[in-house]
């Protein structure tokens, strides 16, 4: 099975930074897409960014030029650089990988989430 593992998630002032990993483990034989989601308390899941293999990304409008989204192939990981940090970035934040397995067919895998507070 895949595992994802999100670490970085915190607390950070306004207009603060903060740099959030995924990697991503496990019997894999291809990754077609990592990205991120949040949620935020009495909100929908919604998708910050992603990256797709061969080389696009696409963000949510409302973190464009803001969070940058970047991936290390050879370890399966996926990092998520947010800048310029507003509260209402505060949520949970959430991995997740669209797996091709060895001998497991095609599916989207999920971390744990990690909590982002944008908070004076």
């Known amino acids: 099975q895949v595992q994802l593992v999100e670490s970085g998630g915190g607390l950070v002032q306004p207009g603060g930074s903060l740099r959030l990993s995924c990697a991503a483990s496990g019997s894999i034989f291809s990754i077609n897409a990592m990205g991120w989601y949040r949620q935020a308390p009495g909100q929908q899941r919604e998708l910050v960014a992603v990256?797709?293999?061969?080389?696009?990304?696409n963000y949510a409008d409302s973190v464009k030029g803001r969070f940058t989204i970047s991936n290390d192939n050879a370890k399966n990981t996926v990092y998520l650089q947010m800048n310029s940090l507003k509260p209402e970035d505060t949520a949970v934040y959430s991995c997740?990988?669209?797996?091709?397995?060895?001998?497991?067919?095609?599916?989207?895998?999920w971390g744990q989430g990690t909590q982002v507070t944008v908070s004076s």
């Open positions: 990256t797709i293999s061969g080389g696009s990304t």
């Open positions: 997740y990988a669209d797996v091709r397995g060895w001998h497991a067919p095609r599916r989207d895998y």
